[in-house]
């Protein structure tokens, strides 16, 4: 079991669709990630949320749009998606100069 | 930028010991992460350096030389349940948010255990 909880575990769209990823921890961490990971390759970072703080990998496309409503929920919203962004989204969380921990994953395919 | 070498793919027998090697080539560095990740799952935290030395956890070591860019992850009596990959990750201070840094992977070491 984790203590990093992501919805949906599955979801398959349509490139013209809207939908929303969701990932929750309470652990207490003021730090959370999104990753994305293509089948047989290692996870490659998104964006980093800290003390309310965005960071961006500026090599992620603008249909992808993170959220942070509260310390404790991170979401990423997508929009206009390509074929190519069928991928595993993983969120992650950390306190401090503590490791990362892992959600379970969104597995993301785009029709 | 960062660049983290590791083998692609190693094989080893059940009971014994394996060493799967991790170098990185970094403009900074906070601390290097060893995760496992079964095939379909997500990276399962292992082993975090900062510091040089060896840091010891059961059946798994990590060995950090930051002179040397260079760490190893250790598994000792080798188990067929061990059959993963290992990321050697490297935390990157140019993804500095807040104080909290993002990870940049290595490609990941495919080890497969034999009876």
């Known amino acids: 079991d984790t203590e990093v909880t992501q919805t949906p575990k599955h979801l398959v769209m349509g490139m013209t669709n809207k939908k929303s990823l969701k990932c929750e921890q309470h652990?207490?961490?003021?730090?959370m990630y999104w990753y994305k990971q293509k089948a047989k390759k290692p996870p490659e970072l998104m964006f980093v949320y800290s003390y309310e703080k965005l960071s961006i990998n500026e090599s992620v496309p603008s249909r992808f749009s993170p959220e942070c409503p509260n310390s404790s929920l991170l979401n990423l919203h997508l929009h206009a998606l390509q074929p190519e962004d069928s991928a595993l989204y993983l969120c992650?969380?950390?306190?401090?100069?503590?490791?990362?921990?892992f959600g379970d994953g969104t597995r993301l395919s785009i029709l | 930028g960062q660049n983290i070498d590791q083998p692609t793919e190693m094989t080893a027998t059940e009971g014994a010991i394996v060493q799967i090697n991790c170098t990185y080539q970094t403009s900074g560095f906070n601390g290097l992460f060893w995760y496992q990740q079964h095939a379909g799952e997500a990276p399962t935290f292992l082993s975090y350096n900062v510091l040089d030395g060896l840091e010891e956890k059961g059946r798994f070591s990590s060995f950090l030389s930051r002179s040397k860019g260079y760490s190893y992850l250790l598994l000792k009596e080798l188990q067929m349940k061990d059959s993963a990959s290992y990321l050697c990750a490297v935390r990157d201070p140019n993804w500095s948010g807040g104080g909290a840094d993002g990870l940049t992977f290595g490609k990941g070491t495919h080890l497969i255990i034999q009876p």
């Open positions: 992650a969380s950390s306190g401090g100069n503590q490791p990362q921990h």
């Open positions: 652990m207490g961490h003021r730090a």
